[in-house]
């Protein structure tokens, strides 16, 4: 027999019914779980997206021409040489399949913080040279802290040249990264770099730690959805709070209690500590003409440089 | 004897926070039985299948395996050890757990290069195992891309690829849909006529049933109160009310 007060309340009726706000911090919570479960669904499915010439390299070829083309971007230093490679590059993502709406946020990202880092380089203060822009000037006996500051604190043309080799490295790198990741499967890449010389338990661990990210995230999205489902009305932004870090507990039990598991499973299939992998399959001629592609364009770029110096 | 496998003797477990998981515990296993380790949640099935995979081991009384007592320096010492894992392989309830490389083929030549073969038997492990479970076409996804049911697929995979004569399994038909529950038990039927020894935890009586001969049915103070034909405890209605697998109303309809 059911008590007397079950089922005692009235139907709902969304007629008249107040707009309420969500509280921030329930806000924060579901807007950070859907960005991860869409970055992860990302990650998951947008190797895809790229063309398959580029996408089926070998990984191995692919990190190694990587490897060879960041290797001659970092020596170049004429902004020409740099300039050419980042075209060549643009080309490449271009015709790998990759958007340049999927570029975009890299070429706004990288050289908007490389630029506040080097920022203090195009100074007379760390950079001398003609200056061509006057910033302030502190009189000749203005300090700060430990260092005497020039009359003149300007930008100079040898500063701003620093800078802008810097931004391009930076970018041209990135985007030689973010190419190999975007254009390759995760466990591609992870076996890939295990194949040539990243330590296999490094790999391991990195491997591991890509499958049971998707996990944890499923659990932290299911413990939000049992609380939405049992949540009433408004709530304050204390008991949410107050929420979120029992959440947060909850979920390192059981990732803990997880880890204990996945241990076991491996000690039982035999695991002792040692790291074993599979063999690795030869590189194909793809992957070769790849490599040997990158490492003369490599080449060409350093020969170029030097001879425009 | 040859044929006898397991052999629990007066086995007690508590776990570290002081929760008693087996109380007594005696049976043995033979080559080729199908036996069901019967009992409600928190009986203590999964301990016993720990125990018997030499994951934990007895606070009191004896687990011996092959002959050979399961302990922690048994189970370091490399001749008994890797014919231990390469004999005796382990199905957990939990797919998750169980599945921890980043690709299905990954999962399955973990154990198989565990026990050091060689790259061509790895490989042809994994491609006979593939196509004897029908599962080829998940060879390269990851195993969060995988459904309930073919994760349980590839995990247990993941532990023939070691070619085992025994199986522990935990549960194994939790979660499944009757289509893959069903390829299950018929598949365990095979592997049992090949040979292989099959101890299953479980209280889905009906599967139990269908897969075993022979059952131990824990009791819910973790002492097992019976060890019979699995058909004379599936019978008996009020021991499995006494046991917590059935109601109290399904045995009065089965009067």
């Known amino acids: 027999m059911l008590p007397e ?98 570029m975009m946020p890299l070429w706004v990202g990288v050289p908007l913080f490389s630029l506040i880092i080097i920022l203090p380089a ?94 944890l995230l499923r659990a932290a999205q299911e413990t939000h959805l049992a609380k939405l489902s049992r949540s009433m009305g408004e709530s304050t932004a204390r008991s949410e709070r107050r929420w979120l870090a029992a959440g947060m507990g909850s979920l390192f039990r059981r990732s803990q209690r997880l880890a204990e598991d996945v241990h076991q499973a491996m000690r039982s299939r035999g695991f002792t500590g040692e790291v074993r992998t599979r063999a690795s399959e030869p590189v194909g001629p793809a992957g070769w003409l790849w490599v040997t592609s990158a490492i003369a364009f490599s080449v060409g770029l350093i020969v170029a440089d030097h001879l425009t110096r | 004897m040859r044929d006898l496998i397991f052999e629990v003797a007066h086995v007690f477990f508590t776990y570290p926070g002081g929760s008693v998981a087996l109380c007594d515990v005696s049976f043995s296993v033979r080559a080729g039985e199908r036996i069901a380790i019967l009992g409600a949640n928190g009986s203590g099935k999964s301990t016993l299948l720990h125990l018997l995979d030499g994951l934990h081991f007895a606070d009191c009384g004896s687990v011996r395996a092959f002959g050979v007592t399961l302990s922690e320096e048994s189970l370091e010492t490399p001749p008994f050890s890797r014919e231990f894992r390469r004999n005796v392989s382990f199905l957990f309830q939990n797919s998750d757990a169980q599945l921890f490389c980043a690709r299905v083929d990954e999962e399955l030549a973990f154990g198989p290069l565990q026990l050091r ?139």
């Open chain 2, 117 to 255: 073969l060689s790259d061509a038997d790895v490989e042809r492990r994994v491609t006979d195992v593939l196509a004897l479970l029908r599962i080829e076409h998940l060879c390269e996804r990851p195993p969060q891309m995988l459904s309930a049911g073919e994760q349980k697929k590839v995990a247990l995979a993941s532990l023939l690829t070691c070619g085992p004569r025994v199986l522990l399994l935990d549960e194994p038909s939790a979660g499944l849909d009757p289509r893959t529950r069903e390829w299950l038990a018929e598949f365990l039927d095979l592997l049992h006529r090949n040979g292989v020894t099959l101890v299953i935890a479980s209280h889905d009586l009906d599967f139990v049933a269908q897969t075993t001969d022979r059952a131990i049915v824990l009791a819910e103070d973790h002492s097992a109160v019976r060890d019979c034909a699995t058909a004379e405890a599936l019978a008996d209605a009020e021991l499995l009310a006494s046991v917590n697998l059935i109601s109290a109303a399904r045995v009065a309809a089965r009067r």
């Open chain 1, 122 to 215: 195009t100074l007379n203060v760390v950079t001398d040279g003609r200056a061509i822009f006057t910033l302030w000037q502190p009189g000749t006996a203005a300090r700060l802290g430990p260092w005497r500051l020039p009359p003149i604190v300007a930008v100079t043309a040898p500063g701003l040249v620093v800078a802008g080799r810097f931004v391009l490295r930076a970018t041209d790198c990135a985007l030689l990264t973010w190419l190999v990741i975007a254009t390759t499967e995760r466990s591609a890449l992870v076996s890939g770099l295990r194949r040539l010389g990243m330590p296999r338990t490094f790999g391991m661990v990195l491997a591991m730690m890509q499958r049971y990210l998707a996990v």
């Open chain 1, 5 to 102: 007060w079950y089922g005692n309340c009235e139907p709902p009726c969304g007629a008249d019914m107040p707009r309420v706000r969500l509280g921030r911090p329930r806000q924060l919570v579901r807007r950070a779980l859907a960005s991860l479960g869409e970055a992860l669904a990302r990650e998951m499915n947008g190797v895809g997206a790229s063309a398959p010439w580029f996408s089926r390299l070998d990984a191995r070829a692919k990190v190694a021409g990587t490897a060879a083309l960041i290797a001659a971007v970092s020596l170049l230093h004429a902004p020409a040489a740099l300039g050419v490679a980042f075209v060549g590059l643009v080309a490449l993502s271009l015709s790998c399949g990759l958007s340049w709406r999927r």
